[in-house]
């Protein structure tokens, strides 16, 4: 049976890849004629890479027991006619858990040993060292086999309480948190660290990842799955029991984790079938999941139509099935439609105005190019009908005239090449501000400070002081950026002036997005420096680990600054070089022209022909490249939509908004790694 979600990522998949397919088109138009550079080439392939690299991060978040894996079955693994993730009792997720796939990789279970918490290394940075993770091999084809491989997940051991509190499970000074202590003074805790799913699931495929985290006391333990996993989620489904509503322990997660993700969340309560009681009628039981409802939105602070009650059993039964009754009754289509209706659209959106831009800028190098081409066609073929009647020594004197113009036109050499060491000097100077390394230095000053202060107590002010001072790089680049932007302007007019050049300003790149992207982390990471949250600073590790993913945050917003300042400064150059690479060959070609006009007489008029067939196959070209982009204009615009249904009363009025600055899903790293 196929759910709505299905068909939704289907469509934009199918989406994706018709993009692709224009883009490609696209590309060969225009290397086949000449009109791609290097750097065209290059961004050409950065929008086909973005489109087939594109993923959809679903994170499930819940205290234990509250039937995540049950839903995500329900979800997404109802057509493998059995349970696929552990969701019976007593069997539950002990570790945080990310599906996707990875075409380059064997379908596979990876399990990162709790024991490497010790090193204090993040599980990103242990991606790139595989051999301390185990891996199992998964059977394709075989559901028993898959389940029985993925009850990996569950297992725990039993360690010491020394060696309990070096993997962050106990902690003295809140013992509410502690898991329980044996008799023999061990406490249970879980084997693995992390999980890694690599399986070809046809949603998989379509660029979904999936990522089932633990419970509470799991979620405390490991800050990267706070700090890292969960803010780079496109959106986030918070689970509840219906028999027991928001928790302390539930509230806790809520309010600690979630609670400046307003706009990405989902909240399902979970098992509104626990609440059937045969001395009810059907209607009363109705009521008090309604009620339960409206607890939870109020508790919550959310509208009540982000709150969907469910019976994850209930539609995995029905869904497995085929019933469609039952289905409908489980409550699930309606977290579906939501969905649907409110994350791919504007992931699609996202996706596409990225696509949309990128086809924009490569026209607007193309075009110029092609009226350039045009320019100096109409400036031959002028000269050309001049000629006509023209005696043999007339033609040699303007033969002559013309060698004269290009070695005037080489002496602009070494004027461009004092434009470009300039540009270069000035660029390299905002690369420096935006590179990975200042990034790293600025986040090692501010440990330094906070180790410097006694219980922590300076890390709030540190972490401050480093904010201003990444705002300050931004600021810094972006006054550069506009002194390079005033500077070629006015070499641009003269050349113009003075040479015959068409150059034209690229649109410089504006940094405002990444300038409020840093605001978003500080506020996301500030909170951990608040008075009820100082103490963890002080956890063994954790102050090292919460740096670590700091950093790796901060420079995704440096590096992808840094990139696009980078090809704004490549399109400056590459314009200067394109046009006189043009200039001087249609110099040559004239010259040569009337070399062999001077030999023959009808030389003249087949030459003016040629021309003439030049400028208009050239003016078909353009009208070529203006179709195409605008095709593919329409096609990133009309971002398929979920299908309207009677389930849409439960979405919200207004689609909420997603952050637009890509993150790299944890499996699309460690492939591109």
């Not at 224009?22 to 961004?43: I, K, P, S």
Request: with cysteine.
């Amino acid at each position: 049976m196929s759910s709505t979600l299905s068909r939704e990522l289907d469509a934009l998949a199918d989406w994706r890849k018709a993009m692709d397919r224009r883009v490609e088109q696209f590309g060969t138009l225009l290397g086949d004629h000449d009109l791609l550079d290097a750097d065209g080439m290059a961004m050409v392939q950065t929008l086909r890479q973005r489109l087939s690299s594109d993923r959809l991060v679903l994170a499930f978040v819940a205290e234990f027991s509250r039937g995540k894996s049950e839903l995500i079955n329900a979800l997404f693994f109802a057509d493998s006619g059995r349970r696929i993730l552990p969701a019976t009792p007593g069997r539950t997720t002990m570790c945080p858990v990310e599906l996707a796939w990875d075409a380059s990789e064997a379908a596979s279970l990876c399990l990162l040993p709790i024991g490497t918490r010790r090193d204090g290394l993040t599980v990103s940075a242990l991606r790139g060292r595989m051999h301390l993770w185990q891996r199992v091999a998964l059977p394709l084809g075989n559901p028993e086999g898959l389940a029985e491989a993925l009850q990996e997940v569950t297992q725990t051991q039993l360690v010491s309480l020394d060696d309990a509190r070096a993997l962050g499970f106990w902690d003295d000074e809140n013992p509410n948190d502690n898991p329980p202590r044996g008799d023999d003074d061990r406490v249970e805790v879980p084997a693995w660290r992390h999980a890694l799913i690599n399986y070809p699931h046809p949603l998989l495929k379509r660029g979904l990842v999936v990522i089932d985290t633990p419970g509470l006391n799991a979620i405390g333990a490991e800050p990267e799955l706070t700090l890292g996993l969960l803010p780079s989620a496109h959106a986030t489904v918070f689970l509840l029991a219906a028999d027991a509503g928001v928790t302390r322990s539930d509230l806790a997660i809520w309010r600690d984790h979630l609670g400046d993700r307003g706009l990405e969340r989902f909240v399902v309560l979970n098992k509104i079938d626990a609440l059937n009681d045969p001395l009810l009628s059907a209607e009363q039981v109705a009521a008090q999941v309604q009620r339960q409802r409206e607890q939870v939105a109020t508790t919550l602070a959310v509208s009540e139509q982000r709150v969907f009650p469910l019976s994850a059993r209930q539609a995995l039964s029905a869904r497995m099935g085929g019933d469609q009754a039952g289905l409908l009754a489980s409550g699930l289509p309606a977290l579906e439609q939501a969905l649907a209706n409110q994350l791919l659209p504007e992931r699609g959106s996202v996706v596409g105005r990225l696509i949309e831009d990128g086809a924009l800028a490569l026209q607007q190098v193309t075009t110029r190019r092609i009226n350039d081409r045009r320019r100096q066609l109409a400036d031959q073929l002028a000269e050309l009908g001049s000629l006509r009647g023209k005696s043999s020594s007339k033609l040699l004197m303007m033969s002559s005239r013309f060698q004269r113009e290009a070695a005037a036109f080489e002496e602009c050499l070494p004027r461009l090449t004092a434009t470009r060491a300039v540009h270069s000097r000035l660029l390299q100077s905002v690369m420096r501000d935006l590179s990975s390394e200042r990034v790293r230095l600025e986040v090692s000053r501010m440990q330094a400070d906070s180790e410097a202060s006694l219980f922590r107590l300076g890390a709030g002010k540190a972490f401050a002081q480093l904010g201003q001072r990444l705002a300050g790089l931004v600021d810094r680049a972006e006054k550069s950026i506009e002194e390079i932007d005033q500077m070629l302007a006015a070499s641009h007019r003269q050349m113009n002036a003075e040479y015959g050049f068409a150059l034209s300003a690229a649109p410089k790149p504006a940094l405002t997005n990444y300038r409020r992207e840093l605001k978003r982390i500080e506020a996301a990471y500030g909170r951990y420096f608040g008075l009820t949250k100082l103490w963890r600073l002080s956890e063994r590790g954790f102050l090292g680990q919460f740096l670590q993913v700091l950093l790796s945050r901060l420079r995704v917003v440096f590096e992808s600054a840094a990139v696009e300042v980078e090809l704004w400064g490549k399109t400056c150059t590459a314009q200067l070089e394109s046009q006189l690479r043009e200039r001087r060959r249609a110099l040559h070609s004239r010259r040569d022209a009337f070399s062999r006009i001077q030999m023959a007489g009808d030389e003249l008029e087949r030459r003016i022909h040629e021309v003439e067939a030049q400028s208009a196959h050239l003016l078909q070209l353009g009208e070529r490249v203006v179709e195409s982009v605008d095709g593919l204009r329409i096609l990133a615009a009309t971002v398929p939509r979920a299908s309207a249904t009677g389930l849409d009363a439960d979405a919200p009025e207004a689609a909420p908004r997603l952050a637009l600055v890509h993150t790299t899903s944890p499996h699309a790293s460690r492939g591109a790694a």
